[in-house]
């Protein structure tokens, strides 16, 4: 029994179609066997493929969009590979490459809200519990520090160890000019008043 | 365009990390994880060690922030939190608005601020319910992200944004604190406005909770 799913946010449609893996006691309402998929997005061509290029749309827009939300820009998906995406001039372009020879890149271009209606589409079909499939997408963890710290301003980076530092530099600078007394200085004698004797 | 040829294919294993992102979404969650999947002790761990994460203060600023954009968003905000929180079955961790926050003032930018950090179940309920209101105000992130929409009525709806935001930072937060300062700046609050507004958008739906937590865990000095 063929099956047919789908999702759609706004900008993005996404639609499955596969049949219930017998071989491993699917029963009849549960999807096991991607036989293909179409995505479409407002003013772009429609997009088909088979099960290995869904994953690497997924692969790379996925994390991509974690990335994002960390305000953390990159490209994700191998750059030679079928699906990479980068952020360029504010837009989130995704790049097709074709496995047959001769065909140019496809670039299809994004904006905030097309991007998040497509990790939504992905989101809703890697969470349907219908879809017995395993995807194996890493899973969404904290950014390593170097790429967050890459990403926040010199300034502000440096800006406090700077200050912090000069001011050090200048209390200890000054305290170098403070003569220190030498010790053999003759102390001024000091007048010891004899007690009454009672 | 037809771009990639469409050929049978694709093949079947277990669906565990679905089963566990769905065992997540349905909270209380580590003390199930770890007795439902004993026997995938890596993945349980990596998925638990993320949960045992205690926010920092940037996520707690973050998170806080996020709750007042969506304030912002809707004018109704706090009585929608209420309702939405009963609906993703958080009504015991938020009973009422005064639970809900004390639970926020974790937040040290805010002007009454409570010391210590939010518990891991806390910070969860929260995000989910950050999560959960992105969802419900997702048509109006998205018209304010679409680069389609027409330019002048777009700016009406960030400058009415900003202008709430701003209200309510001022309203809430620690007017002498240098972060806030910044956050009112007119330099920065336009780009912080449109971070928050995206980081509700990819926040939104099933896998954005794990998502915007991953996010607010990361290492920000």
């Known amino acids: 029994m063929k099956h047919s799913f789908h999702y759609e946010h706004a900008a993005a449609r996404l639609m499955i179609e596969g049949l219930p893996d017998y071989s491993l006691g699917h029963d009849d309402a549960v999807l096991g066997i991607v036989s293909g998929w179409s995505l479409t997005l407002v003013g772009a061509p429609e997009l088909e493929g088979k099960r290995e290029h869904l994953l690497a749309l997924m692969e790379a827009v996925l994390p991509y969009s974690r990335y994002v939300l960390s305000g953390v820009d990159g490209v994700f998906g191998d750059v030679t590979g079928p699906v990479s995406i980068q952020k360029i001039d504010n837009k989130h372009v995704i790049s097709l490459r074709s496995s047959k020879e001769g065909i140019e890149p496809l670039q299809i271009m994004l904006d905030d809200a097309e991007l998040s209606d497509l990790v939504r589409c992905l989101d809703d079909l890697r969470f349907d519990p219908r879809i017995m499939i395993s995807w194996n997408l890493p899973r969404d963890q904290p950014l390593p520090r170097n790429h967050v710290v890459g990403n926040i301003p010199l300034a502000q980076r440096f800006g406090v160890p700077l200050l912090g530092t000069s001011f050090f530099a200048l209390i200890a600078s000054f305290l170098l000019i403070v003569p220190i007394p030498s010790g053999n200085e003759a102390s001024p004698p000091q007048t010891i008043k004899s007690l009454p004797n009672k | ?221």
């Open chain 2, 1 to 221: 365009m037809r771009f990639w040829k469409t050929t049978k294919g694709g093949c079947l294993s277990d669906r565990t990390p679905a089963i566990i992102s769905v065992v997540i979404e349905s909270r209380p969650t580590i003390k199930l994880l770890q007795k439902e999947f004993l026997h995938l002790p890596s993945l349980c761990n990596t998925v638990i060690s993320m949960h045992k994460a205690v926010l920092g203060r940037r996520g707690l600023e973050r998170l806080d922030l996020l709750l007042l954009a969506v304030e912002t968003l809707d004018l109704n905000g706090g009585e929608a939190m209420l309702w939405t929180s009963s609906q993703i079955g958080l009504k015991d961790q938020f009973s009422s608005r005064v639970e809900l926050w004390k639970l926020r003032c974790h937040n040290p930018l805010r002007k009454s601020t409570r010391r210590g950090r939010l518990s891991t179940e806390d910070s969860d309920s929260l995000i989910s319910l950050v999560s959960s209101m992105a969802k419900r105000l997702y048509p109006v992130l998205h018209q304010m992200l679409s680069a389609k929409e027409p330019d002048d009525v777009n700016g009406e709806r960030w400058l009415l944004f900003n202008q709430r935001l701003r209200d309510l930072i001022e309203e809430r937060m620690n007017l002498r604190r240098g972060a806030v300062q910044r956050l009112l700046e007119n330099k920065y609050s336009s780009s912080i406005s449109r971070q928050l507004v995206l980081t509700l958008a990819l926040s939104a739906g099933p896998g954005g909770v794990d998502r915007l937590r991953a996010s607010l865990l990361d290492p920000i000095p």
